[in-house]
């Protein structure tokens, strides 16, 4: 610490000034709840549309349902707007409700610390030190890139960058391109840069299901409709009931196969070749891995210079790269499409209980949480996006929302009873999860027969939410004390 004065101490500490980030400020804003703070990593808002600036990102929920309930947003370009757009739609609404004043920038959390003496939080950032009587991870998990270890790789020879850190002063024409990996982001880059390189090979360990894109520019006409009362949340009500029929099947995998179809005839009519349509067709149930949507992957892969090879990166020895099958290629450029840490956010290596053991040794065996928001163990703290909470068709800012409702809940009921701590009880923690895993048993992720994301290190689902999102929604609506241990302040909290 460079100042000698005690820091101020804020009612809540916000981390991340992305969506929920920012969601969040908005509604502590209207719940009266003003002495808050949200520390951002970066320079800038966003979040994860900050971050990855690939050509073609976009998003794979349609606009009118990607985005704030009580910000909606009647003039998007397009159906499924694209990273530009919704970077600039959050700017908007942040700015207009006055977000940016709260956020403080380059501020990237070392160590937070719950410290039960003082029934308090304290958050270290660089030489700063921060005190909140609560706490609100709004990390995410779309931002920290998974880089493989891959032997060979730091010495490779030419230009590497993962998809979320694009490098944009990097020319790509004529060169030879490599991309690892053929995920959410690999399917919408692919196809841009396909045109300006001499040669693109895909290192594909996994086929992914692909379905058309019902993407269109909305015409002036469309615009103006949506401007007429009540017309545009209308449509997000007839979107969100059509996605969450959708849902349906993440649960009862049946009809999830009938589905499939689409995206077996996709694979036909668009692939020329029937050799490239079989190293593309999964031998999974759709809906097991994230459910993809392109119009243009597939055309580009038809392309002279595009080779896709069926295996993993094994090696990179100086130029060459070896797949784990033996095959080989040159590269001048590796751009890795890896994903990022779903499982294992990096956020949990800088959470401390008050013994000093770190979320991410308390999640050792398995990510936990209850209702994916509060945890044993961690007083006074929330998370945003928590374990069990992913859901594979519909908006995450539904359950974004959902989560916000719950904390400010718990927030105010902090401030009506003068509470200075609030903890879940391990017992309804532990209830609470074995249901969850129960009832994912059944679902598309456990018995789809893929190896995704929704799975840890230990084979348990930890990312997957086994229910409808208006179960969810249902379960969040308020904060239930009965499940929590309660200890009256001795002192105005939250004034």
């Not at 971050?51 to 370009?77: I, R």
């Not at 005190?131 to 790789?153: F, N, Q, W």
């Not at 990096?346 to 013994?355: G, L, M």
């Amino acid at each position: 610490m460079t100042a000698h004065r005690t820091p101020h101490l804020y009612d809540v500490l916000v981390i991340g000034a992305g969506i929920s980030g920012i969601g969040l400020g908005i509604r502590l804003q209207e719940a009266g709840i003003t002495n808050f703070t949200i520390l951002e990593k970066a320079g800038d808002l966003g979040g994860t549309w900050r971050d990855n600036t690939y050509p073609g990102c976009a998003c794979d929920v349609p606009s009118a349902l990607y985005s704030y309930s009580f910000a909606q947003k009647p003039d998007w370009s397009r159906a499924f707007a694209g990273q530009d757009e919704i970077l600039s739609y959050v700017r908007e609404v942040a700015e207009s409700r006055g977000i940016p004043g709260y956020i403080r920038f380059n501020e990237a959390v070392e160590k937070a610390q719950w410290v039960e003496a003082q029934k308090r939080w304290e958050v270290r950032t660089g030489d700063r030190l921060y005190l909140a009587r609560t706490i609100v991870a709004c990390s995410g998990y779309l931002h920290e890139p998974v880089v493989p270890d891959i032997p060979g790789l730091d010495e490779f020879n030419g230009t590497l960058f993962h998809s979320s850190r694009w490098d944009h002063h990097h020319d790509l024409s004529g060169e030879r391109v490599a991309v690892v990996g053929t995920g959410a982001s690999a399917i919408q880059f692919v196809p841009e840069i396909q045109p300006r390189v001499s040669k693109l090979t895909l290192f594909q360990r996994t086929p992914q299901w692909v379905l058309p894109k019902p993407d269109h520019p909305i015409p002036k006409v469309e615009e103006r409709f949506f401007k007429l009362p009540f017309t545009l949340n209308a449509w997000r009500h007839m979107l969100y009931g059509g996605f969450e029929s959708f849902g349906v099947g993440f649960r009862r995998p049946a009809l999830l196969r009938q589905i499939q179809k689409l995206g077996e005839a996709h694979i036909r009519l668009t692939i020329k070749d029937p050799a490239l349509r079989r190293k593309l067709t999964p031998d999974y149930t759709l809906g097991c891995k994230r459910v993809l949507m392109s119009n243009h992957y597939y055309p580009a892969l038809n392309e002279d210079n595009v080779a896709l090879l069926n295996t993993g990166l094994k090696a990179v020895h100086g130029n060459t790269l070896v797949g784990q099958d033996g095959s080989e290629c040159e590269a001048d450029t590796i751009i890795l499409g890896t994903g990022f840490f779903v499982t294992e956010p990096p956020i949990a290596e800088r959470i401390f209980n008050d013994q000093g053991q770190s979320l991410s040794q308390m999640w050792q065996n398995r990510m936990e949480a209850y209702r994916g928001t509060t945890i044993h163990g961690l007083p006074n703290a929330f998370m945003v996006l928590g374990p069990n909470l992913g859901i594979g068709h519909n908006s995450a800012f539904i359950v974004i929302e959902a989560q916000i409702d719950y904390i400010l809940s718990t927030l105010r009921t902090m401030r009506d009873q003068q509470l200075q701590r609030v903890e879940v009880t391990a017992n309804a923690q532990t209830r609470y999860n074995r249901k969850v895993q129960k009832d994912l048993q059944g679902t598309v992720w456990n018995t789809g027969g893929c190896s995704s994301y929704y799975l840890d290190r230990n084979g348990v689902n930890s990312v997957g939410f086994p229910w409808s999102t208006l179960e969810m929604k249902r379960m969040l609506k308020r904060f239930d004390a009965a499940n929590y241990t309660l200890t009256p302040a001795t002192e105005p909290v939250f004034s």
